[in-house]
């Protein structure tokens, strides 16, 4: 009956103790913090937690958001010195009256509750930060990936129609990096009571304007759950999903009888129709039924998942998600 997802392909292994967790008989919300604050503390998922990339002015920012199945919700943004920004948005839901704290708020909070600080900036990011810096017209840079399924990426330029072209450093090499801008972690679970659960935490977009906040603690936009219905969960670029609160949007549409993966098509549909795309822009979607159906689908090509359930025989495996459908590759 548990069932764990995580997005992207370093949700792998924080999905695996998400579901170790759930078959160990934790809550789903013990299950999802879990397997988000692994992915904090991994230093090599250059856009969660402690180790990600910082914004356009050098300093890096954290978002967070939780749910459970009884519409409980927390949530911290623009957090500079907290590694585990998901537990503080935990403490949020469980200790304040409040949904949201945000930047030194959300700090002062932190600090009261006993969280230890930590510099959250490491070397590598720094020198990635150096690198950025140097590339001309370095608003229109963005990273991706050198190529599927590959740790490496490049710097890109990206036009105002959302055209790609790798951008070089004056000296003609191109720039490589060891991971993406796109790799917030979205964890959802559905515990062996049945009862669902959320958890999204994320640096947000790489070199992103100082001050800036992405869909990832935006209830209803990056993170929703009703525990009779439906748990979804955002990433991408979080203009897209906080403009047509895309999670909220699923999961409403699941209470209404559509089906998890045709409601996830209509949501993508919905942010296509309404917003300006350019080839630049995805978002992946991922949604638990409250019966334990999940499906994923992203705008484009190159979202991945881990999935776990006993459907799988209670392994973790690895998915492609294409506009399509899915396509299992296991790892
Ligand atoms: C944001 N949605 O801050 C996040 C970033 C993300 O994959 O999910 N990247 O917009």
């Not at 958001?65 to 919700?73: A, R, T, V």
């Not at 979202?303 to 299992?328: C, E, M």
Request: contains cysteine.
């Amino acid at each position: 009956m548990p069932v764990s997802l995580a997005t992207w392909k370093h949700g792998f292994q924080p999905n695996r103790i998400s579901y170790e967790a759930l078959l160990a008989g934790s809550p789903a919300l013990d299950a999802v913090e879990a397997g988000a604050k692994y992915c904090e503390a991994d230093i090599t998922c250059m856009s969660v937690g402690r180790g990600g990339l910082p914004d356009a002015t050098g300093i890096l920012t954290l978002d967070a958001s939780i749910m459970d199945h009884e519409g409980n919700c927390g949530s911290v943004a623009f957090v500079q010195r907290y590694e585990h920004v998901i537990s503080i948005a935990r403490r949020v839901m469980e200790k304040t009256p409040h949904v949201m704290l945000a930047g030194t708020g959300a700090e002062a909070f932190a600090e009261r509750e006993g969280f230890p600080q930590t510099e959250l900036l490491t070397e590598k990011a720094k020198a990635y930060y150096s690198e950025w810096l140097k590339q001309p017209d370095r608003l229109q840079v963005r990273l991706r990936r050198a190529s599927e399924g590959e740790h490496e990426y490049v710097f890109v330029h990206v036009d105002e129609n959302g055209k790609e072209t790798e951008a070089h450093e004056q000296n003609g090499r191109i720039s490589r990096l060891a991971e993406a801008s796109h790799d917030t972690i979205g964890v959802l679970a559905m515990d062996s009571a049945g009862h669902l659960a959320g958890a999204c935490t994320t640096s947000g977009l790489a070199f992103k304007l100082h001050g800036r906040v992405g869909d990832s603690p935006i209830i209803g936009a990056g993170l929703y759950v009703d525990g009779k219905v439906a748990a979804a969960v955002a990433t991408g670029d979080g203009e897209l999903m906080m403009r047509a609160c895309s999670a909220f949007h699923v999961v409403e549409m699941v209470r209404q009888g559509v089906e998890p993966g045709e409601a996830l098509e209509r949501a993508l549909k919905r942010i296509r129709q309404d917003h300006h795309l350019t080839p630049d822009k995805q978002c992946g979607l991922m949604v638990i039924r409250a019966d334990g159906v999940w499906a994923a689908r992203s705008l484009r090509p190159g979202f991945q998942l881990a999935a776990a359930s006993s459907q799988l025989q209670d392994k973790n495996v690895l998915h492609d998600v294409t506009k399509r459908g899915i396509t299992v590759t296991t790892i």
